[in-house]
């Protein structure tokens, strides 16, 4: 064990995995510089024979690296996620579904044109029939062309003309499976029963432009380039992921907070 756990130890340094020693380390010994260069040698021999005799420690060695490496990828992604919650968790433009008391907030970004976010909402449909105590905060991010920025300035624009019927809207955009467009997008909006002059009015204002661009960035901040994303206690989601995995995420959140 204390052969393994020194060479595990050797290997890091050797991929640059462990912080250098202590300067009252460095006093106590002489440091790889200072060595001649038949010292060296005779240490990087004595080195590969010990690893080619025990491969199986640069595996630990990885191992334990790759965990370091996943402790401060979650670390990032937490202060992340602390430092922007406001705007994730209570932006009053953000459409609101699930349990607006829930215990557990799961933040979405969304386009409407995404192939993975339309495979995405039914899952988060059953994640909330499943959970009656999740909330769901949900953001446009349109980032697959003109058409997807059209479709979320409507729908931004519905949800402040008749926030009652957008669960209807934002359901049927989700589950049309066509190449969606402008038109598309406001006959859609036409048979969920919008006013259609009065949302194109209010989809071309500066201030819904303005919402997007704070959802751009936003998602900026958040270091997010794809849809679907998601956002649930300390974790960041990229992409999609089944509703067993969800149902995890939900569950570390749930226990992070009790």
């Excluded at 064990?1 to 995995?17: C, E, H, P």
């Excluded at 901040?221 to 956002?231: D, E, Q, R, W």
Aim: a negative charge.
């Amino acid at each position: 064990m204390r052969r393994t756990i020194a060479t595990a130890t050797l290997a890091l340094m050797m991929f640059g995995a462990l912080p250098g020693p202590a300067p009252a380390q460095q006093q106590s010994r002489p440091a790889l510089s200072d060595m001649t260069e038949a010292e060296r040698e005779a240490l990087r021999t004595e080195i590969r024979a010990y690893l080619l005799e025990y491969p199986e420690v640069i595996v630990e060695a990885i191992n334990i690296l790759e965990a370091r490496r996943k402790v401060d990828s979650q670390q990032a992604e937490a202060a992340l996620i602390a430092a922007n919650s406001e705007q994730l968790y209570n932006n009053p433009n953000s459409w609101v579904s699930g349990n607006p008391d829930g215990d557990v907030t799961l933040v979405e970004f969304a386009d409407y044109r995404c192939g993975f976010c339309k495979k995405a909402h039914p899952e988060v449909k059953e994640l909330l029939k499943r959970d009656p105590n999740i909330r769901l905060v949900v953001k446009e991010f349109p980032i697959l062309g003109p058409d997807s920025v059209v479709a979320a300035r409507m729908a931004q624009a519905a949800l402040d003309l008749d926030p009652a019927n957008f669960e209807a809207l934002n359901d049927a955009l989700m589950r049309f499976e066509g190449q969606l467009n402008e038109a598309i997008a406001y006959q859609i909006a036409d048979r969920v029963g919008y006013d259609i002059a009065a949302l194109k009015e209010r989809a071309a204002s500066a201030e819904i432009e303005a919402r997007i661009g704070d959802n751009y960035a936003l998602a900026r901040a958040m270091g997010l380039k794809g849809t679907p994303s998601f956002i649930v206690g300390n974790q960041i989601i990229r992409g999609y992921v089944p509703l067993d995995r969800m149902l995890a995420a939900v569950a570390e959140a749930r226990a992070a907070t009790n």
